[in-house]
């Protein structure tokens, strides 16, 4: 009776000093979990994540969180894609601190969130899921 453990639905809005982070990847990390939950957040900030099916959420109980901007083309220099970065598509990021903005806000987010070894955020997840759950970025 090896059961895994069910995802619960969730759904959220992810903001950063109060803005909607558009366009980030929210990755949510459940304890005891074999894979992370996903979602990308919208221009709105919203986001739904999915497991092993598409918005199927993640498990309940304590999730750590890490937010991600993801490279836009639109502007100069972003947050290199790690998928096209094995690749070897993208050059190797170069050793700025800060990317420049990018006009959307979603660059400034502190580096400590985009590593689950650093992120501060973790959230608990209700046994029935979170429709509206709010991820604040400071």
Do not use: H, Q, W
């Not at 497991?51 to 498990?59: F, H, I, P, S």
């Not at 894609?81 to 806000?105: C, F, H, I, N, Q």
């Amino acid at each position: 009776g090896d059961t895994k453990p069910k995802p619960v639905p969730v759904k959220g809005l992810v903001t950063y000093n109060g803005k909607p982070v558009a366009k980030a990847l929210v990755t949510f990390y459940a304890k005891g979990a074999s894979i992370p939950a996903s979602g990308e957040s919208n221009d709105a900030g919203e986001f739904v994540l999915s497991m092993y099916a598409k918005g199927d959420g993640t498990l309940a109980g304590e999730n750590k969180v890490t937010v991600v901007p993801i490279a836009t083309s639109s502007s100069g220099m972003t947050v290199p894609d790690p998928t096209k970065l094995a690749t070897g598509e993208v050059p190797p990021p170069t050793t700025a601190t800060r990317p420049t903005d990018s006009g959307s806000g979603s660059s400034e987010i502190p580096k400590s969130y985009s590593s689950v070894a650093t992120t501060t955020l973790t959230v608990t997840v209700k046994p029935e899921g979170d429709p509206n759950l709010k991820l604040e970025l400071k």
